[in-house]
């Protein structure tokens, strides 16, 4: 043999035996994620296009070269330079409520109240029931303003209880029988609620807390339901790229199904529990302490300080614009109120309180001082802050509370929110201001009251208008979010106001490999671009729980 042809195979075998040895060197994973475009969304908002991930979590990030020369797998990604992100996390949204709403009557974009009357009445034909249920009507995008009466439901339901509910979950109309059903009648008063009464007599709508009187005589919906429902719910949520949900207010028994379900696998959502304040949620779970899973988390408690400014029912500092004889409903006495914060600071618990009103927000910031003295890492959150006088803006700050906010509330109600409040309209919506007082704050949709998309949320706060690109220049553009405020603001800074930063909101080594691939650059794409985008997959612990078709 020629000395030459020997060192070739000499040289052969040592590469083979240096390629070998390199591949042994490699640690196996579970799945490398490869050729993407990742916005890790940390402290420096760097950017990678390769990861490693084991065991549910993300055990290396980096560029395509660092990843390949470490790790190995059977299971490789190629995102094919696509675009990835933490896992969207919804910070403020009614997830069984919306799985439940998905088998009534959808009533949104209805332009008139006959419109609403129709659709239940063919919903009924193709869905019949005995009671009629439905959500989503708001009279303010009528020509008619006014909330109607239940004349014309009576018409179409004489033998049928009907109860549909306002898009703000805030108000809702009954028909005569389903009045009679529960006892309602023209004498009766609701603490933080309203009976609205015309020409003396009921007109069927019900203001906040007057709603559970009609509320309480439907059948209670069982479990097999609401499993369903939960399933429905996570199944659209992981298509628009949701891997975390805070579902706000939720009572003892449905955060029990929700924790079996996860245990079972059948619900892969991640769950931040709100507690409505029930004595069976403060014996089971409050009185105990903060109870975790990798799915689950309870630590807050939901209160409601006021009802919607669509209805009339925000409390407000000063009457009404265009209603000077009411200024809104405190659906919780202030002494309820006092005594839920004194249980939750002594529990270790957050508390997290609905205030749309600048009278609302005043009175929790208030009574949260009371209880937090200084500044803190408690994290009790404003939910909404939607209108906030100029001087109690500071206490935000002061007491390290956090304004938990909904971008598309603003371009909902943008149209219509000036007739409600007059010049008081530069004091809503006021997110940038809000964002100054602790540097940071979470971004939800409120969902089922808006769409479950979070690029719809993202896309209204960078840019401050509707979906069909109105107003020219946006709405009080001073107050939009950075592309990058708005990122974190539905990632690392929701998983933040939950206490849950440091395992998810971004992708880092360590953290939970939640993620989504989109087909869209949100730090570059065009603004009309951004609602359009969509997901092509999404992954929560590493694992495919949705794939574009």
């Known amino acids: 043999m020629k000395k030459s042809t020997i060192l070739a195979l000499i040289s052969i075998i040592l590469t083979s035996t240096i390629l070998i040895m390199a591949c042994s060197k490699r640690q196996k994973v579970d799945l490398i994620v490869a050729n993407a475009t990742i916005y890790t969304v940390d402290s420096t908002f760097s950017q990678a296009n390769s990861m490693a991930i084991s065991n549910g979590k993300i055990i290396a990030i980096g560029s395509k070269q660092d990843i390949e020369s470490q790790f190995t797998s059977d299971s490789i990604v190629d995102a094919e330079g696509k675009f990835v992100y933490p896992g969207f996390f919804d910070p403020h949204c009614h997830f ?255 508390v997290n309180t609905h205030c749309i009103g600048d009278a609302a927000v005043r009175l929790m910031l208030d009574l949260y001082a009371k209880n937090l003295k200084s500044t803190n890492d408690l994290r009790w959150r404003i939910e909404h802050s939607q209108i906030v006088d100029p001087t109690d803006i500071s206490k935000y700050g002061a007491y390290s509370i956090v304004p938990s906010i909904q971008t598309t509330h603003a371009t909902s109600d943008m149209t219509w929110a000036d007739e409600r409040l007059g010049d008081r309209i530069k004091y809503a919506y006021t997110y940038q201001d809000l964002l100054k007082q602790n540097g940071w704050l979470p971004n939800g949709s409120d969902f089922p009251i808006e769409n479950i998309n979070p690029l719809y949320g993202f896309y209204a706060g960078v840019t401050r208008k509707d979906l069909l690109g109105s107003p020219e220049g946006g709405f009080q553009p001073e107050n939009a979010l950075t592309r990058e405020q708005a990122l974190r603001a539905m990632t690392i800074w929701a998983a933040k106001a939950n206490f849950e930063e440091d395992f998810k909101g971004s992708l880092e080594a360590g953290k939970w490999a939640d993620f989504v691939i989109f087909d869209t650059d949100l730090m570059n794409a065009t603004e009309t671009d951004l609602p359009k985008s969509k997901v092509i997959s999404t992954f929560v612990a590493g694992e495919l729980v949705y794939q574009k078709k």
């Open 96 to 350: 069984l409520n919306y799985g439940l709403t998905l088998s009534n009557a959808s009533l949104s974009g209805a332009k008139t109240w006959s419109e609403v009357v129709d659709r239940l009445v063919e919903h009924q034909k193709a869905f019949p029931s005995e009671w009629i249920q439905g959500r989503g009507w708001n009279q303010n995008e009528w020509d008619i303003k006014e909330f109607p009466t239940n004349e014309l439901l009576d018409k179409a339901f004489p033998n049928n209880p009907v109860l549909i509910i306002r898009i703000d979950g805030h108000a809702a109309i009954a028909n005569s029988l389903a009045l009679k059903m529960a006892g309602v009648n023209e004498k009766m008063k609701k603490d933080g609620g309203e009976l609205i009464l015309k020409d003396g007599k009921l007109s069927g709508v019900l203001v906040d807390n007057a709603i559970d009187l009609v509320r309480a005589i439907i059948p209670e919906v069982q479990n097999s339901t609401k499993t369903l429902a939960l399933q429905k719910a996570q199944e659209n949520c992981f298509a628009v790229g949701l891997t975390s949900v805070s579902d706000a207010g939720l009572e003892f028994n449905d955060v029990l199904l929700i924790d079996s379900l996860q245990r079972s696998e059948l619900i892969k959502m991640r769950v931040y529990a709100m507690l409505n304040p029930t004595q069976e949620n403060f014996d089971h779970f409050i009185s105990k302490g903060i109870y975790s899973t990798d799915n689950l988390t309870v630590r807050s408690i939901k209160l409601f300080a006021d009802g919607a400014l669509g209805s009339r029912g925000a409390l407000l500092l000063q009457p009404y614009s265009d209603a000077p004889n009411t200024k809104g409903l405190q659906v919780e006495p202030t002494e309820s109120l006092s005594k839920f914060c004194e249980i939750a600071y002594k529990a270790g618990y957050q």
